[in-house]
């Protein structure tokens, strides 16, 4: 059994441009949610993706978006970056309809902003 | 709304004593709370997680969590620490019943364990 693999690990950006994060989920899962973990923080949900849609989002703008492919696999897209962004992306997949309370979660990709 | 809290942003103990962290929370419906327990520079492991079932929950590595419905806590304990227990802990809460449920994370509680 595969578990969640996010990519990259770590990346650097320059404020206002754009970046996209990738997440495979676990095998089997059909359900991927994304967090944005600050430093010395908690994570914050940010939104989820079930059957290629949108399935409920969190307290964060429009420049933060999201796909979900066929293979379940994700990705995040954050455009007009800012320093605020600076963060650990975590990325859990589930299986909706199964045991819907149990997330996984990959190691994340850790984005600075300069 | 759900949210929780995490009393402790940092707690020490020494090897082989117990440790207790804290974690109250706050939800207009019965809640699912969890444990996880975060490694340096990794993502988020879940120890355990109350569903209501038993009020008593027993996770991985020796740790448990008990619900108090009447205090509204659900807090975390290892009768006796070990070295490589030496990590960030978060209490979290679900949002809702729906298979779409987001979980609310606490700020974390971050474990030291002395010699």
């Known amino acids: 059994e595969t578990g969640v693999t996010q990519s990259p690990t770590h990346l650097i950006k320059t404020r206002g441009q754009q970046v996209t994060l990738r997440c495979s989920s676990q095998s089997g899962h059909n359900t991927v949610s994304w967090y944005q973990q600050a430093l010395g923080q908690g994570p914050q949900f940010i939104f989820q993706y079930y059957r290629e849609e949108e399935n409920g989002r969190g307290n964060f703008p429009p420049r933060f978006s999201g796909l979900q492919f066929p293979n379940y696999s994700s990705e995040l897209n954050v455009n007009a970056l800012e320093l605020d962004d600076s963060a650990l992306y975590l990325c859990?997949?589930?299986?909706?309809?199964?045991?819907?309370?149990?997330?996984?979660f990959g190691p994340g990709t850790r984005l600075t902003v300069t | 709304a759900q949210s929780v809290t995490q009393l402790g942003s940092h707690v020490s103990v020494s090897e082989g004593a117990l440790v207790l962290l804290r974690c109250n929370y706050s939800s207009s419906v019965p809640p699912y709370l969890f444990w996880y327990v975060q490694y340096p520079n990794q993502g988020l492991q879940l120890l355990l997680k109350y569903t209501s079932a038993a009020t008593l929950v027993k996770g991985i590595n020796g740790f448990e969590a008990e619900f108090k419905k009447s205090e509204t806590s659900f807090h975390l304990t290892k009768p006796s620490a070990h070295m490589s227990d030496a990590a960030e802990y978060f209490c979290?809460?679900?949002?809702?019943?729906?298979?779409?449920?987001?979980?609310?994370f606490g700020s974390g509680t971050r474990l030291s364990i002395r010699p």
């Open positions: 859990a997949s589930s299986l909706i309809a199964s045991d819907p309370y149990e997330q996984y």
């Open positions: 979290a809460v679900s949002s809702g019943y729906s298979s779409a449920s987001k979980i609310i």
